[in-house]
């Protein structure tokens, strides 16, 4: 993590190789999941508490908010069932699967770690025509890879009927951005079609919204690239793909962290982490890599060495 106002002052952890930061709370303590354990854990390696409940997985980033934590988790069922045969004109109603994955939003309560609730997108997600073709992996139909909540009234307006504690999903599958009510959950916005397998939705102070977009570049440079869309007529108005001596390809990951109006990025697969200085209106590219980390690749270790290189600048 960086230290407020010095990005000369980096703290990353690189300890055990299980443990999955996501979120920093202060310059020591940060979440984190461990073999789908969630902790809360100390740069020092100590972990001040576990909770140890099995009976779902925990993946990727989340996100706190009312003294909640938010976790992308998964719950296994097997195919076909109740739910499944609901999905009327689609490809997974047509699933035959034992111990399939239904993506799931898992709450905790952030001073003890007891968990409060699990959210079924399944469930969610079912009426959403406009996205059931997408829906062809029957072992992971959505994949949800990040929830960030809104906590600024200003970012809230953005959206129709948004609201403080609404819930932004990116699930990578169904290639699929979504704002959910963080009280009933049901849906209120959703985009697609401008990006491929996502991660990392961020919205800005101008209205706009900064995806990674995984999979929607050519490969010379690298798959990889960052898109701006428009929040209101979800339009994309620009996006930054690595030309010339640049690279950017991220085939599982790839993170976008918006601090005082400046751009961040985090490459997993190549272990860099560099500021994106754009000085244009929208995201192009015009914007210039400014490289601020750089670790040392294992080939050995692509996965855990790119997981525990998670998180950086604190939220």
């Given at each position: 993590m960086i230290k407020k106002n010095n990005l000369d002052d980096i703290k990353v952890y690189i300890g055990d190789l299980d443990i999955f930061p996501f979120y920093a709370l202060d310059q020591d303590v940060f979440l984190a999941h461990k073999n789908n354990k969630l902790i809360k854990a100390s740069f020092s390696k100590e972990i001040i508490w576990m909770n140890v409940k099995k009976k779902f997985a925990l993946h990727h980033w989340g996100d706190i908010y009312?003294?909640?934590?938010?976790?992308?988790?998964?719950?296994?069922?097997?195919?076909?069932?109740?739910?499944?045969?609901s999905y009327t004109n689609s490809h997974y109603s047509?699933?035959?699967?034992k111990n399939a994955t239904n993506d799931t939003i898992e709450i905790f309560d952030l001073n003890t770690g007891k968990h409060l609730r699990t959210i079924n997108l399944m469930e969610i997600i079912k009426n959403l025509?406009?996205?059931l073709p997408y829906?062809?992996?029957?072992?992971?139909?959505?994949?949800?890879?990040?929830?960030r909540i809104i906590k600024e009234v200003k970012h809230a307006n953005y959206f129709p009927n948004g609201k403080i504690g609404d819930i932004i999903l990116s699930m990578a599958k169904i290639h699929t951005i979504m704002l959910i009510d963080g009280e009933n959950f049901n849906i209120k916005w959703f985009t697609f079609g401008s990006f491929t397998r996502q991660h990392s939705p961020r919205v800005t102070d101008k209205g706009t919204m900064l995806i990674f977009d995984n999979e929607s570049s050519l490969p010379a440079n690298g798959m990889s690239r960052i898109i701006e869309i428009d929040i209101e007529t979800k339009e994309l108005l620009g996006f930054y793909e690595a030309t010339g001596k640049d690279y950017l390809d991220v085939k599982r990951g790839g993170r976008i962290q918006l601090y005082d109006n400046r751009i961040f990025i985090l490459e997993p697969d190549h272990m860099r982490y560099f500021e994106l200085v754009c000085n244009t209106q929208f995201i192009s590219n015009q914007c210039k890599q400014k490289?601020?980390?750089?670790?040392?690749?294992?080939?050995?270790?692509?996965?855990?060495?790119?997981?525990?290189?998670?998180?950086?600048?604190i939220n």
């Open positions: 009312d003294e909640k934590i938010y976790v992308p988790g998964k719950i296994f069922a097997n195919l076909p069932n109740e739910l499944s045969s047509n699933c035959r699967l025509k406009e996205i829906m062809k992996d029957c072992a992971n139909p959505l994949h949800l890879n990040d929830i490289s601020i980390l750089k670790l040392e690749e294992d080939p050995n270790h692509f996965l855990s060495n790119s997981m525990s290189f998670s998180e950086i600048v």
